[in-house]
């Protein structure tokens, strides 16, 4: 018990950490792309550094006990995060809808991308402490690849849970139901979980390599095709199957409540 709380005031801390972050970078930097930037960079550092002490609790209480820490911590994220996606296909839909130029999205993805690294250096220094039995020479651990299939599988599993996940958030986007959150939250980390033993389930590619790219297991190219590849393309076959087969039915009906209301 003693080392599931450490555990669970690693991730509080961590939140809280960035919390703060967030807020200072709100209060000090004007409105426009800079601040998105390191919006981007804080919660990405927030994301991974909180998905590697889920891998502690993964590993030795299951996955039960991680899918419930995960969805805490995705309605936790839903309200926190504001403006940041925290995940590079985002800003590629937001590419592909028009809502974004290439080169924000890029640089978005590139502050990701050194947040999501560059939180190990504070994942390692807290692991170092050996407040937790499970700690203890964490930080110099060799890490294996979480992909226990073939690589195309794997990107076919990423790329098809990701576009799951990505239809129901447009759809819960759109819709305004009440408990949104709850049921995004709950249906992705069901994905997750679905996912865990074939691939990993992290439907993010700043996430997987923060986490597991250099692991022994998979090459570049590799993690690239199932974690890069197989996200990147879900998510836009997700853009094209929610706008031409949901967006104008869900807006027209929605358009209707509103009027007879």
């Given at each position: 018990?003693?080392?599931?709380?450490?555990?669970?005031?690693f991730i509080f801390l961590t939140c809280?950490?960035?919390?703060?972050?967030?807020?200072?970078?709100?209060?000090?930097?004007?409105?426009?792309?800079?601040?998105?930037l390191l919006l981007e960079f804080v919660t990405a550092m927030e994301l991974c550094g909180c998905c590697f002490e889920l891998c502690v609790v993964a590993d030795n209480y299951g996955i039960l006990m991680y899918?419930?820490?995960?969805?805490?911590?995705?309605?936790?994220?839903?309200?926190?995060?504001?403006?940041?996606?925290?995940c590079p296909y985002i800003h590629?839909?937001?590419v592909l809808m028009g809502s974004d130029g290439i080169i924000n999205a890029i640089l978005k993805i590139l502050a990701e991308i050194a947040g999501?690294?560059?939180?190990f250096k504070y994942v390692a220094f807290v692991w170092n402490l050996e407040l937790s039995d499970y700690h203890v020479g964490k930080a110099q651990e060799d890490c294996t690849s979480d992909v226990q299939v073939t690589v195309l599988m794997g990107a076919v599993i990423e790329g098809v849970a990701t576009c799951c996940c990505r239809v129901v958030s447009m759809l819960l986007s759109d819709v305004e139901p009440q408990y949104g959150s709850a049921i995004d939250s709950f249906i992705a980390t069901s994905m997750v979980v679905a996912a865990f033993n074939y691939s990993g389930g992290y439907f993010n590619p700043v996430l997987a390599t923060s986490l597991k790219y250099g692991c022994k297991g998979n090459t570049f190219t590799e993690?690239?095709?199932?974690?890069?590849?197989?996200?990147?393309?879900?998510?836009?076959?997700?853009?094209?199957?929610?706008n031409h087969l949901f967006r104008e039915?869900?807006?027209?009906?929605?358009r209707r409540k509103s009027k007879s209301e």
């Open positions: 018990m003693y080392n599931l709380l450490v555990s669970t005031g809280v950490l960035t919390a703060i972050l967030r807020r200072g970078v709100n209060k000090i930097t004007p409105p426009g792309l800079q601040r998105l899918s419930v820490y995960l969805f805490s911590l995705t309605i936790w994220w839903s309200g926190e995060w504001g403006l940041a996606a925290g590629i839909e937001n999501g690294i560059l939180v993690h690239v095709c199932v974690y890069w590849v197989g996200a990147t393309l879900g998510s836009a076959f997700a853009c094209l199957i929610y039915k869900v807006l027209t009906s929605t």
